[in-house]
């Protein structure tokens, strides 16, 4: 039988701990939703809710179609978050196919309906494939339209970063300038992205320090539910996925409750290697699913915090 002692160095630092073991639970979290389209969707959303809920979220965001095609359910999904729940809601937005009264009307709404955290973002072109052209009476980007917002009401407001360059950027550099506008403009914090390794980020963050941006940064993680789904969106983003990724999920199509162990404790790794490396901050892109983030969340040493609140439902 091998013994400690006859293990090889690395094998040692390998059987010091369990790789979770000691993580202290001191890391806040926030969780994005997109709005439900049937009741059944409607559902799924509440249960997700009311599972994350304990975990003390800083805030949950509910996405904004492309073109604001989403407006009214994503409306709707905040206001009654932010009237349901002890949850602070936040309402993403974008200037997308809409003039400034029209978007001053919709924030107007949120303001009035209690909402105080607007995720601001430039937006995608209603058809896939077009690029983005500003309304000619519209905010002509995300550094444009915060600036509206902070002139309306005293929004907490995150905007979007991008560790491996916005797909539409001209250089790396140019897309670092837009970020620096953004939050010079009076945005809260930057939120990233997702991506799938930490040296992606740190390296980001260590351009950002460079370019004396001292706004919290806070990294956006993706748990795979989906792997083909994934590879998609990432060729939108500009997101690089390792060939690793796709050996690993190769074969678990037909294997839904494996595919998701597997994608929990990838995501989880890469979130222990951020807490490493000093983040202590993270955005789950949920997916209107629960499990998955919180798994994550309970390896990374984070518990209950509130009771759970009894969530009004649907009738």
Avoid at 70 to 91: C, D, G, S, W, Y
Avoid at 147 to 165: C, D, N, Q, W
Avoid at 172 to 183: I, P, V
Avoid at 250 to 266: M, Y
Wanted: hydrophobic content about 40%; aromatic content about 8%.
């Amino acid at each position: 039988m091998t013994t400690e002692s006859a293990a090889p160095q690395d094998a040692k630092t390998a059987f010091a701990a369990p790789l979770y073991a000691d993580l202290a639970g001191d890391l806040n979290v926030s969780f994005e939703f997109f709005p439900p389209k049937t009741e059944k969707m409607e559902a799924q959303l509440w249960s997700a809710i009311e599972t994350l809920t304990p975990l003390a979220p800083q805030f949950v965001s509910v996405t904004y179609g492309a073109g604001g095609s989403t407006r009214e359910r994503t409306h709707n999904t905040v206001a009654r978050i932010a009237k349901e729940t002890p949850l602070a809601a936040a309402a993403h937005l974008t200037c997308v196919a809409a003039s400034k009264a029209e978007i001053d009307e919709v924030a107007d709404a949120y303001w009035e309906a209690g909402v105080r955290h607007i995720v601001a973002l430039r937006g995608d072109p209603p058809e896939a494939g077009t690029t983005f052209q500003p309304h000619p009476q519209g905010y002509t980007g995300a550094a444009d339209l915060v600036e509206g917002l902070m002139k309306r009401h005293p929004f907490e407001i995150s905007v979007a970063a991008y560790p491996e360059t916005h797909p539409e950027a001209a250089s790396a550099q140019s897309d670092l300038d837009n970020l620096k506008r953004k939050l010079d403009a009076g945005a809260t914090r930057a939120i990233t992205q997702f991506f799938f390794t930490p040296e992606a980020f740190f390296r980001f963050r260590d351009k950002v320090a460079a370019a004396g941006i001292s706004t919290p940064l806070i990294p956006g993680i993706m748990p795979v539910s989906n792997f083909a789904a994934t590879q998609r969106m990432a060729a939108m983003c500009n997101t690089e996925v390792p060939s690793w990724m796709g050996r690993l999920f190769e074969g678990l199509d037909d294997h839904p409750g494996a595919r998701q162990l597997v994608s929990a404790t990838l995501a989880a790794e890469l979130c222990r290697k951020l807490y490493a490396g000093g983040v202590r901050d993270f955005h789950f892109y949920t997916l209107n699913r629960a499990e998955l983030s919180y798994a994550i969340c309970h390896l990374l040493g984070l518990r209950p915090q509130v009771k759970t609140p009894e969530l009004e439902k649907t009738a």
